[in-house]
């Protein structure tokens, strides 16, 4: 059972609610569905600032549609702003590394690109069974989604097959290559129970700033840096001379 204690949903932007648990973790939830939950750029820097929001406290970051995580940056925007989209992924990546509460991705459906990318850089992920990850970019433009990270969570050779051929990873191939936590019948029911003991515990700070070291947040600026740069090179294509 979800928990009945929780405020009402908060429309934080267009796209994006809010609730609170006096449990003391917090929802954060896409909430696009006619886009199958697509990240422009007000969403993505909506989800940015809930995420930096209240570091402290555990969040669960999920969807309002059961059937779709996120689908990835929506491509009916234009270019320069899906350019936009996929640094913004990173800077709400790097909070999630690096802030001292845990996140808990909660998977119902399919993660997609940046979605995939946001799932994977939460501390824990708790899935239903028809959850399923793809980590791919737009076709032509040669991105790398997922490298800095997949190799840490599921060992090197699953995380090449993953981000070179960007073949789906269903919840069951997920769960047994550790990518999830744990898959269940009632996932959001799950991770509050979890939120609530690890915010009952208060741990998380010091274990995270150990794990954000070692070169994690380098190989995160490495794969932005060759992102942005293989944008600029398809917007000044498209600009021409």
Request: charged share 20%; proline share 7%; with cysteine.
């Amino acid at each position: 059972m979800p928990d009945p204690h929780l405020t009402a949903p908060h429309l934080m932007a267009p796209g994006l609610t809010t609730q609170t648990s006096p449990a003391g973790y917090r929802w954060i939830r896409l909430a696009r569905p006619e886009r199958r939950n697509a990240l422009d750029a007000a969403l993505t820097e909506a989800v940015r600032d809930a995420l930096a929001a209240e570091p402290g406290q555990p969040v669960l970051l999920g969807s309002a549609d059961p059937l779709m995580f996120c689908a990835g940056a929506d491509l009916t925007i234009p270019d320069a702003e899906r350019a936009r989209v996929s640094d913004l992924i990173y800077d709400c990546c790097e909070i999630i590394v690096t802030r001292p509460g845990p996140v808990i991705a909660v998977l119902t459906g399919a993660a997609v690109g940046g979605g995939a990318q946001l799932a994977a850089a939460s501390d824990l992920r708790v899935a239903g069974p028809a959850a399923r990850l793809r980590w791919t970019g737009p076709a032509g433009l040669d991105l790398a989604v997922g490298a800095w990270l997949l190799p840490d969570l599921v060992g090197r050779p699953l995380a090449l097959d993953l981000v070179l051929t960007g073949r789906w990873l269903e919840a069951a191939e997920a769960l047994s290559s550790g990518l999830v936590n744990q898959v269940c019948d009632d996932p959001a029911a799950a991770a509050e129970q979890l939120a609530a003991v690890l915010a009952a515990r208060g741990v998380g700070t010091g274990a995270k700033a150990v794990m954000a070291s070692g070169g994690l947040l380098d190989r995160l600026e490495a794969e932005r840096a060759a992102n942005r740069s293989a944008w600029d090179r398809m917007l000044a294509a498209v600009a021409g001379p």
